[in-house]
């Protein structure tokens, strides 16, 4: 099975910058697509960012346009999420997530398009 696992969370001041990571393990397929969500208390998961399995696409919500890259390095079976310019509203659980490649290209932001996801982790921004 595929095992997901966020890092790099914490507590920033508005403005400031954090970066992501999400660890895979288990993988057997080479084809996958990473996508990155987050929740907030009282709110429904929702899409932020989404990188191909070959890293030549990605794709972002316009919350987060300009401020957020998505990168991977596939040798360590590792993806990354570059915050920047945080607003006390990115506050939320991030979660990393993964699915076959053709399905989330076709669905970036649909959660139905991930198979496996990570436990989170949080993402706090003080105003």
């Known amino acids: 099975q595929v095992q997901l696992v966020e890092s790099g969370g914490g507590l920033v001041q508005a403005g400031g910058s954090l970066r992501l990571s999400c660890a895979a393990s288990?993988?057997?397929?080479?084809?996958?697509?990473m996508g990155w969500f987050r929740q907030a208390p009282g709110k429904e998961r929702e899409f932020v960012a989404a990188?191909?399995?070959?890293?030549?696409?990605?794709y972002y919500a316009d919350s987060v346009k300009g401020r957020f890259t998505c990168s991977r390095d596939n040798a360590k079976n590792t993806r990354y999420l570059q915050m920047n310019s945080l607003k006390p509203e990115d506050t939320a659980i991030y979660y990393c997530?993964?699915?076959?490649?053709?399905?989330?290209?076709?669905?970036?932001?649909?959660?139905?398009?991930?198979?496996?996801w990570g436990p989170g982790t949080q993402v706090t921004v003080s105003s």
């Open positions: 990188i191909s399995w070959t890293g030549g696409v990605t």
């Open positions: 997530a993964e699915g076959d490649a053709e399905s989330v290209l076709r669905r970036w932001a649909s959660r139905t398009s991930y198979d496996y």
């Open positions: 288990g993988r057997t397929s080479s084809r996958y697509a």
